[in-house]
């Protein structure tokens, strides 16, 4: 057979009259079986999922903020209040209240587990009496806008595949992120701006030893490119290639898209891959980007009591505070969801110095930012989502307690989330006495995300993408939506 013969006969692209008819005849087949076999056609295919017909219910959400805070906050020194661990420091932890459950290889081999409480004080606050850290002053004063969820619990007990799991619904690499699954059911609803857009920052607690974070977090896995996050950096090119190169003008730009869009619609009419559509409607999105962009980033113009109310490292650009601020000028902008995630939670020593650090970072940015958003009317229709990837365990980790540390823990840690429809003033969930174990109303990561999706307007086990002969979807084959925390 000859070279010309063989790429027509093999490749998937190539739609020679010989490969058409070859695998057409297949398809027909397939068609016709599926008619005669009852539920092998679903209504799930990805054919049947348009943006006519998302929502598949009224949303309570446009748009997500999602403040992620990387590395795993220890909820027992800021949201979930253990008076028990003070009084029985130093004691051993009770085999009972273990129960053999998988401890990481950083505390495996420790003679003992000496209980440790909390190293700042617990106030209630606000009508609810939420139980808050005195390392929170500002969160605390917005604790009535807050449903704090204190059940959540993961199988995933390591960094990497925790916060995957948090991002994609798996613990493995190569699924679509949730910015990229909204990105593709509901779309955009600006069409100067992507979608999903991401912004990075770097605490002051533990940031030598933060975990890494990568690209494919927010990534698209098998969904079209087109639904990539866009990271914004902080610098003179806030996103990467986007500027024109020196001596090329704005003008002689739009020629060379156009150009090449006549280009690539020829090779789409010839290949058929819907890949070369998506790389048409990037190049059409980078070059609108090029005026909205500067404009989106440019916080130049805000008032002095905005600066105030972010705290004053919101001047500096690429900072958590700055980033807020970003996140609610992109909110205005309904970009779709906005996710940040901000480096150094990751406590294993140091823990007092640490934290104190990381909530210095965040605590007044996140509470302005609900507060901003709030007094600017966007606050009912956008979810703001506070949380890591696991929480940290009720003992030290390391014999010295003033040095102490806390190792991973997926059995329980704490979120918050506000607006977009979640009840405001509760607090849902309760763990056990050490603050160990859930024992009343516990939340799964998939019920979490699925939680999330539903006040979008989307049921979870409705929004699928067919690839390799499997229908995939943020939660898998798991989830419930938690309907208490719902308006």
């Known amino acids: ?28 087949g397939v068609a016709a079986l599926s008619s005669l076999i009852p539920g092998c056609m679903s209504k799930n295919e990805p054919s049947a999922i348009s943006h006519q017909k998302l929502p598949h219910h009224a949303p309570t959400a446009k748009r997500v903020i999602y403040l992620f805070q990387s590395g795993g906050p220890a909820q027992m020194e800021l949201f979930d209040y253990k008076p028990l661990l003070k009084q029985r420091e130093g004691e051993d932890l009770p085999d009972s209240v273990r129960q053999g459950q998988r401890l990481t290889g950083m505390t495996a081999n420790q003679k003992g587990f000496p209980l440790k409480g909390a190293v700042h004080n617990f106030k209630q606050y606000g009508q609810s009496g939420a139980w808050l850290s005195d390392l929170l002053p500002h969160t605390a004063k917005i604790a009535d806008d807050l449903c704090f969820v204190k059940s959540l619990h993961t199988e995933a007990i390591n960094h990497d595949p925790a916060m995957t799991f948090f991002q994609s619904g798996s613990q493995l690499s190569g699924r679509p992120s949730m910015g990229s699954w909204l990105s593709y059911g509901l779309g955009s609803n600006n069409e100067n701006l992507p979608a999903f857009c991401v912004l990075l920052s770097k605490g002051t607690g533990r940031v030598a030893a933060a975990q890494p974070l990568s690209s494919r ?10 639904h990539q996050g866009v990271q914004f950096r902080s610098g003179k090119e806030p996103v990467l290639y986007l500027t024109n190169p020196e001596g090329v003008s704005h003008h002689s730009r739009r020629r060379v898209l156009d150009h090449l869009k006549e280009l690539n619609e020829l090779y789409h009419a010839e290949v058929q891959d819907p890949e070369v559509n998506t790389r048409i409607a990037q190049y059409e999105m980078a070059y609108r980007m090029q005026t909205s962009v500067p404009e989106v980033m440019d916080v130049s113009d805000e008032p002095e009591e905005v600066y105030e109310l972010y705290g004053p490292e919101s001047r500096i650009p690429g900072t958590y505070a700055a980033n807020c601020l970003l996140a609610r000028k992109l909110a205005e902008r309904d970009v779709r969801f906005i996710q940040l995630y901000h480096q150094g939670w990751d406590h294993h020593n140091d823990l007092p110095d640490h934290i104190g650090k990381q909530c210095k970072d965040t605590d007044q940015a996140s509470a302005a930012l609900v507060t901003d958003l709030k007094r600017r009317g966007l606050l009912d229709d956008t979810l703001v989502i506070w949380g890591g990837e696991f929480g940290r365990t009720n003992f030290s980790q390391g014999s010295d307690v003033h ?10 840690f704490s979120a918050w989330m506000a607006g977009g429809g979640v009840k405001p003033g509760i607090s849902y969930g309760e763990t056990d006495e050490f603050g160990y174990n859930v024992v009343k109303d516990p939340v799964h990561v998939h019920d979490f995300q699925a939680t999330i999706l539903h006040t979008l307007g989307i049921n979870h086990e409705a929004l699928v993408f067919k690839h390799q002969g499997r229908r995939f979807r943020l939660t898998d084959v798991h989830g419930n939506v938690v309907k208490d925390i719902l308006s």
């Open 1 to 28: 057979m000859k070279e010309k013969e063989l790429l027509e006969y093999f490749s998937p692209l190539e739609l020679s009259r010989r490969a058409f008819l070859k695998s057409a005849g297949t398809g027909i």
């Open 217 to 226: 977090l927010w990534g698209t896995g098998f969904l079209p490119s087109l």
């Open 403 to 412: 040095r102490y540390g806390r190792d991973h823990h997926p059995r329980c």
